[in-house]
């Protein structure tokens, strides 16, 4: 058995990632799941939020809008709808999104599911941009 995880994010748009890694921590729909070489087989329904990768010391960030995880004993491989990686992530663009969801949600005539999602995008690409 390998030591280091085979990481791979793959959206409609093309391959956004792959690497070999320590760890992930994924925003699974029921809460977040972590996974480490040797996981247990399983496949994962994803939520909007931030996934965590580390190798060695480095931590690393990425935005995942939804999607699945499929985990094997030695990889991992998410399907998203849409994802970026931290370090790709236009902060001020996310901050401008997060202003617009939050002035939507103020209004009486919104679809609030809709206006809610995009809130919560924005705030999990800005999560994905802080470097803390």
């Known amino acids: 058995m390998d030591d280091k995880l085979t990481f791979e994010i793959v959206t409609p748009y093309g391959k956004v990632l792959e690497d070999k890694v320590d760890e992930i ?32 010391s480095t931590v690393k960030k990425v935005f995942i809008n939804c999607g699945y995880a499929d985990v094997s004993f ?20 996310a901050k401008t999104a997060h202003n617009l969801a939050s002035e939507q949600l103020k209004q009486s005539d919104i679809d609030l599911v809709k206006a809610e999602a995009a809130l919560r995008r924005a705030l999990a690409r800005i999560e994905a941009a802080s470097k803390g």
Do not use: C, N, Q
Request: charged fraction near 20%; glycine fraction near 14%; hydrophobic fraction near 40%.
């Open 25 to 56: 921590v994924a925003p699974g729909i029921l809460g977040e799941f972590g996974v480490l070489p040797g996981h247990a087989p399983y496949i994962s329904m994803l939520d909007i939020g931030v996934l965590t990768y580390k190798t060695g």
């Open 74 to 93: 030695e990889r991992v491989t998410i399907i998203s709808d849409s994802a970026e990686l931290g370090e790709h992530i236009d902060i001020e663009r």
